[in-house]
């Protein structure tokens, strides 16, 4: 099976008419670095040029055609935010899951002369020899400048300083996302000066869902990490995400995931993946297309 490639750069060469199809269930950044080649897409197929940055949010197929004309590389890489746990404020995770449902473009198209381009461009030709930790920190960085020219606005800071919707947006919106679930929502009702259920009204407002909902969403994912990157066992993970009772644990991450815990663990073990690559990620797949463009 083929691996995720999470924050590593793949090379893909593509005979003339030759296609490479993906599914991955992830943020795809994909570049053209010599030949020519078809973005194939039912409603806006088009060429793509060198040095171009295709940019797909995750449950796009991305299909590229090589032409007849000669061969292709391509370069590319997949970045998971539920991979990066604790990483982002909780305002910032759920502006990006918004922009995977509510996008109007799911896929954009970087011209070789757009800086992203060009970073891309930069760490592909980068001596052999850097440091793999550092092409990675390359590729986050290049990910967030992404991230924060569409998704990532700077929100607007209430007017009034007291109001507890100010309080919210400077304690609640930015807080780190791990560190929400350390507190109940009444204890955050208490840090914003307002009642849970003006609480409740304010989260809900700002994120789509409830306190609780989000808690056990990032609880969840705790979890996730925990047992593929740890030797503790299923009891002591469900305690460390804030799980009392064990059942319960693995009743909402079987819900969730789709298998138990051990599972879970096991499988990823095996397939040495990330967990979501374990689970749900097709395999990529490369044919021959035999009609001439």
């Known amino acids: 099976m083929k691996t ?5 750069i793949d090379a893909i060469q593509l005979a003339p008419g030759q296609e490479w199809e993906d599914g991955t269930p992830a943020w795809r950044f994909l570049r053209v670095d010599r030949g020519s080649a078809y973005w194939l897409d039912a409603a806006k197929p088009r060429a793509l040029n060198a040095g171009e940055l295709i940019v797909a949010q995750p449950g796009v197929k991305a299909l590229v055609r090589a032409s007849q004309l000669g061969e292709v590389l391509l370069h590319d890489f997949c970045f998971d935010p539920d991979l990066l746990c604790g990483f982002f404020t909780v305002a910032e995770r759920s502006r990006l899951n ?7 473009d799911p896929v954009h198209f970087l011209p070789s002369t757009h800086p992203l381009a060009r970073n891309f461009t930069e760490l592909v030709a980068g001596p052999a020899e850097q440091p793999e930790l550092a092409v990675r920190v390359e590729l986050l960085g290049l990910v967030i400048g992404f991230f924060t020219d ?17 309080r919210f947006q400077q304690i609640i919106s930015a807080m ?37 909902a989000r808690q056990t969403e990032l609880r969840l994912l705790k979890a996730r990490h ?17 799980y009392r009772s064990v059942s319960l644990f693995n009743t909402l991450f079987k819900r969730r995931f789709g298998v138990s815990p051990s599972e879970w663990r096991r499988l990823a073990a095996e397939q040495q993946l990330p967990p979501l690559a374990a689970m749900v990620q ?12």
């Open 4 to 8: 995720l490639g999470h924050l590593r």
């Open 282 to 293: 097709p395999e990529a797949t490369f044919r021959t297309h035999r009609a001439r463009l």
């Open 226 to 242: 925990l047992l593929q990157n740890s030797s503790a066992s299923v009891t002591q993970v469900a305690l460390d995400s804030g």
């Open 150 to 166: 569409r998704f990532l606005p700077h929100a607007a800071v209430p007017p009034n300083p007291i109001s507890a919707q100010f």
């Open 98 to 104: 918004l922009s995977k449902t509510k996008s109007a």
């Open 176 to 212: 780190p996302e791990l560190e929400l679930i350390n507190y109940t929502p009444e204890q955050l009702a208490e840090l914003c000066g307002c009642s849970p259920r003006h609480f409740n009204r304010l989260f809900h407002a700002q994120f789509g869902e409830s306190p609780r």
